[in-house]
């Protein structure tokens, strides 16, 4: 069973920066570099939100429009990790942020709704204070 493990969050002020790590583990059938992997965050008491997704080949990346110029996505196969890089930060980035992979290999996922993964970390929390 695939396993993700997020770190990275923390404290940070406005118009500062943060990065994600989320590393993979558990591949038995299939490879880490076989997946798309996707950012999706939620601030309590409301849905979840998609931020950003990668394609398996590190070189396409997508993002949600709220996040976009401003938030990288990247990811290191041979580590079985994807980073968020957050800069400029604003005050509505604060949340709780899962990395999640796709029940499908080979393709990119660029939407919150769960039953699209099937492997979530257990979440960062993004605090933002001036």
């Known amino acids: 069973q695939v396993q993700l493990v997020e770190s990275g969050g923390g404290l940070a002020q406005p118009g500062g920066s943060l990065r994600l790590s989320c590393t993979a583990s558990?591949?038995?059938?299939?490879?880490?570099?076989?997946?798309?992997m996707s950012w999706v965050r939620q601030v309590p008491g409301k849905g979840l939100e998609w931020v950003s997704a990668i394609h398996r080949n590190g070189r396409d990346t997508y993002y949600g429009d709220s996040v976009k110029g401003r938030f990288t996505i990247s990811r290191d196969n041979a580590k079985n990790t994807v980073y968020l890089q957050m800069n400029n930060l604003k005050p509505e980035d604060a949340a709780v942020y899962y990395c999640?992979?796709?029940?499908?290999?080979?393709?990119?996922?660029?939407?919150?709704?769960?039953?699209?993964?099937?492997?979530w970390g257990q979440g960062t929390q993004v605090i933002l204070s001036s």
């Open positions: 558990g591949f038995t059938f299939s490879n880490f570099s076989n997946y798309g």
């Open positions: 999640a992979k796709p029940r499908q290999e080979f393709v990119v996922v660029t939407s919150p709704q769960r039953w699209q993964y099937d492997a």
